[in-house]
């Protein structure tokens, strides 16, 4: 396709949690196989100017973009969906949107004018959404909250003046709603889709598609009263159905004629869509030879959201081993002395993610510690690079007190610290921070580059090259005062910034596979190129279980 970019807004509608992300995502994924290109951008109502600070529990995981941009877990979904690599031009918050019309207004932009919600704050949302445009076919904008929440009004506004804006042709409106099955009635209920169209109606927008969540496919009957009550043809009302693997839902949309009859409202031609990537994908994941249970141990294992990309990233690495990967989450701050053999005994692997605070701290360096002695595949990820750092210091190099400088500031021996001063890839200069210094503004964020040190390492047997890039979120740093006494005890150094002045990558060379990274590399990973170092850790893993299944064998 060529000429004029198209854009599709995805709303949704009676609560949260229906998969809004999803199914943009999805959609995106649907449009690339038929030769489209694709972009996706996220608009969120809370106030928050990004969710760096915001809390797990409350939000899911915060995801990084290669430039730095803390963004939402959707974004996520993005690319893993689509061959796409996002940037802070694809994530706008009401508090980001607000803060930019703050600071034209002090700064005399509006002339002395009235600032007000219209036009100004929605004229600056509607040039955020023309910032993720790039030279794409499509555009896809998902726009969070629920219909009806009082904080998404502006956002809904300014998608209906867009359609005006950039002509009828080139937008339309898929709304992602919920159709519930009562088992006492034996049916399922059209009334909260009903409502929540009447809703989106109300404030000048008529859907032109309906995606309808729901736990089985839709007679033509009830899509046929769907479209009666809600102003939209039959052939418009799609099945959303729930599905075993969220990498099934390109399929389930295209079985429904999603793509085609998105194609047909903006007037797209293009050839039919190459799916066999995306079955194959699917039936590896049905049909695994093997399975791996891996243990999570970590401080946001309540809400899974918290770690959406490292489980997707572990469930890519079972798919390129052909192995279910089971997941074993463990709360760290559970752990302690008297139970984590216990707790840990059911583990092939043990993966101690990234976090921030001091709770469970120290059930992580316990749980470490039960990986390195008893041989167990070890991957430690941000802070559990550093925590395994601390674990070895302690454990093998015989320094006793150490700890990091982040949970116990006056330690003697803080073997992992704030480095004050240090110079930054990115800008190519030289950053300064200390305690006081603002969270998030001091942060090493997105892509830094690495250099692998060692050939016969670990990580250099998974990435297969000597120079790499991944995208990091953090503010401590390993402390180079210790780097000399831990590598006489075994600890390796095998990752290093070009200028070699911060660890990257850590390993123990008397283990089978013990590796932690200062970054994340579970950002990266996709299903259908898992990241090199989920692969070879559950690949590692997968080799532990067979042992022990030999050995009891016997």
């Given at each position: 396709?060529?000429?004029?970019?198209?854009f599709i807004?995805?709303?949704?509608?009676?609560?949260?949690?229906?998969?809004?992300?999803?199914?943009?995502?999805?959609?995106?994924?649907?449009?690339?196989?038929?030769?489209?290109?694709?972009?996706?951008?996220?608009?969120?109502?809370?106030?928050?100017?990004?969710?760096?600070?915001?809390?797990?529990?409350?939000?899911?995981?915060?995801?990084?973009?290669?430039?730095?941009?803390?963004?939402?877990?959707?974004?996520?979904?993005?690319?893993?969906?689509?061959?796409?690599?996002?940037?802070?031009?694809?994530n706008?918050?009401?508090?980001?949107?607000y803060?930019?019309?703050?600071?034209?207004?002090?700064?005399?932009?509006?002339?002395?004018?009235?600032?007000?919600?219209i036009?100004?704050?929605?004229?600056?949302i509607?040039?955020?959404?023309?910032?993720?445009?790039?030279?794409?076919?499509?555009?896809?904008?998902?726009?969070?909250?629920?219909?009806?929440?009082?904080?998404?009004?502006?956002?809904?506004?300014?998608?209906?003046?867009?359609?005006?804006?950039?002509?009828?042709?080139?937008?339309?409106?898929?709304?992602?709603?919920?159709?519930?099955?009562?088992?006492?009635?034996g049916?399922?209920?059209?009334?909260?889709?009903?409502?929540?169209?009447?809703?989106?109606?109300?404030i000048?927008?008529?859907?032109d598609?309906?995606?309808?969540?729901?736990?089985?496919?839709?007679?033509?009957?009830?899509?046929?009263?769907?479209?009666?009550?809600?102003?939209?043809?039959?052939?418009?009302?799609?099945?959303?159905?729930?599905?075993?693997?969220?990498?099934?839902?390109?399929?389930?949309?295209?079985?429904?004629?999603?793509?085609?009859?998105?194609?047909?409202?903006l007037?797209?031609?293009?050839g039919?869509?190459?799916?066999?990537p995306?079955?194959?994908?699917?039936?590896?994941?049905?049909?695994?030879?093997?399975?791996?249970?891996?243990?999570?141990?970590?401080?946001?294992?309540?809400?899974?959201?918290?770690?959406?990309?490292?489980?997707?990233?572990?469930?890519?690495?079972?798919?390129?081993?052909?192995?279910?990967?089971?997941?074993l989450?463990?709360?760290?701050?559970?752990?302690?002395?008297?139970?984590?053999?216990?707790?840990?005994?059911?583990?092939d692997?043990?993966?101690?993610?990234?976090?921030?605070?001091?709770?469970?701290?120290?059930?992580?360096?316990?749980?470490?510690?039960?990986?390195?002695?008893?041989?167990?595949?070890?991957?430690?990820i941000?802070?559990?690079?550093?925590?395994?750092?601390?674990?070895?210091?302690?454990?093998?190099?015989?320094?006793?007190?150490?700890?990091?400088?982040?949970?116990?500031?006056?330690?003697?021996?803080?073997?992992?610290?704030?480095?004050?001063?240090?110079?930054?890839?990115?800008?190519?200069?030289?950053q300064?921070?200390?305690?006081?210094?603002?969270?998030?503004?001091?942060?090493?964020?997105?892509?830094?580059?690495?250099?692998?040190?060692?050939?016969?390492?670990?990580?250099?047997?998974?990435?297969?090259?000597?120079?790499?890039?991944?995208?990091?979120?953090?503010?401590?740093?390993?402390?180079?005062?210790?780097?000399?006494?831990?590598?006489?005890?075994?600890?390796?150094?095998?990752?290093?910034?070009?200028?070699?002045?911060?660890?990257?990558?850590?390993?123990?060379?008397?283990?089978?596979?013990?590796?932690?990274?200062?970054?994340?590399?579970?950002?990266?990973?996709?299903?259908?190129?898992?990241?090199?170092?989920?692969?070879?850790?559950?690949?590692?893993?997968?080799?532990?279980?067979?042992?022990?299944?030999?050995?009891?064998g016997?």
């Amino acid at each position: 396709m060529t000429g004029k970019t198209k854009f599709i807004f995805v709303t949704g509608g009676v609560l949260s949690s229906l998969g809004k992300g999803l199914a943009a995502a999805s959609i995106g994924a649907l449009l690339e196989t038929r030769g489209l290109k694709v972009s996706l951008l996220k608009l969120d109502p809370y106030i928050n100017v990004d969710p760096g600070t915001m809390n797990p529990f409350q939000h899911g995981e915060v995801f990084v973009t290669d430039d730095g941009t803390e963004t939402d877990l959707d974004l996520g979904h993005y690319e893993r969906f689509v061959n796409v690599r996002l940037t802070a031009d694809h994530n706008f918050t009401t508090g980001k949107i607000y803060n930019t019309v703050i600071t034209k207004e002090r700064r005399g932009d509006y002339l002395g004018g009235t600032v007000q919600v219209i036009p100004h704050i929605t004229d600056e949302i509607k040039n955020s959404i023309k910032k993720g445009v790039d030279d794409v076919d499509i555009v896809i904008v998902e726009i969070g909250g629920t219909i009806g929440d009082i904080e998404s009004l502006p956002f809904l506004e300014a998608i209906r003046q867009f359609r005006f804006d950039v002509g009828k042709e080139n937008v339309i409106y898929i709304h992602l709603t919920f159709v519930p099955y009562i088992p006492t009635a034996g049916e399922v209920k059209t009334k909260p889709t009903q409502h929540s169209v009447k809703e989106l109606r109300s404030i000048g927008i008529q859907p032109d598609i309906l995606l309808c969540r729901t736990d089985r496919f839709l007679s033509d009957d009830i899509k046929a009263k769907i479209a009666l009550f809600c102003n939209v043809t039959q052939d418009a009302v799609m099945t959303a159905k729930d599905v075993d693997c969220i990498y099934e839902v390109p399929l389930c949309f295209n079985q429904e004629g999603l793509d085609q009859k998105i194609l047909e409202l903006l007037n797209v031609w293009t050839g039919a869509p190459r799916l066999e990537p995306w079955r194959k994908l699917v039936e590896k994941i049905e049909n695994p030879s093997h399975s791996v249970t891996i243990a999570v141990v970590g401080k946001y294992t309540d809400l899974t959201e918290s770690y959406k990309s490292l489980n997707e990233a572990l469930f890519h690495g079972g798919i390129d081993n052909d192995a279910k990967v089971n997941l074993l989450y463990i709360d760290s701050g559970t752990v302690d002395k008297s139970n984590y053999e216990q707790k840990l005994s059911g583990a092939d692997g043990i993966i101690v993610p990234g976090g921030f605070g001091s709770r469970g701290v120290e059930g992580k360096i316990l749980s470490i510690k039960y990986a390195r002695e008893k041989m167990i595949p070890f991957f430690g990820i941000c802070l559990g690079m550093q925590l395994a750092v601390v674990e070895f210091a302690r454990n093998v190099a015989k320094i006793n007190d150490a700890h990091s400088s982040e949970f116990k500031p006056d330690i003697k021996s803080p073997v992992i610290y704030l480095m004050r001063e240090w110079f930054d890839e990115k800008s190519q200069s030289v950053q300064k921070r200390d305690v006081d210094s603002e969270k998030g503004g001091t942060m090493r964020l997105g892509a830094y580059p690495c250099k692998l040190v060692k050939k016969d390492s670990l990580a250099y047997k998974a990435y297969q090259v000597g120079k790499i890039s991944e995208r990091h979120r953090h503010r401590y740093e390993f402390n180079n005062t210790y780097k000399e006494a831990l590598e006489q005890s075994g600890l390796s150094f095998t990752g290093l910034s070009p200028k070699e002045d911060l660890v990257e990558i850590v390993e123990y060379k008397e283990h089978p596979w013990f590796l932690g990274c200062q970054f994340h590399p579970e950002f990266k990973s996709r299903p259908m190129n898992p990241h090199p170092l989920f692969k070879d850790f559950i690949k590692a893993s997968l080799n532990k279980k067979n042992k022990k299944s030999s050995k009891e064998g016997k």
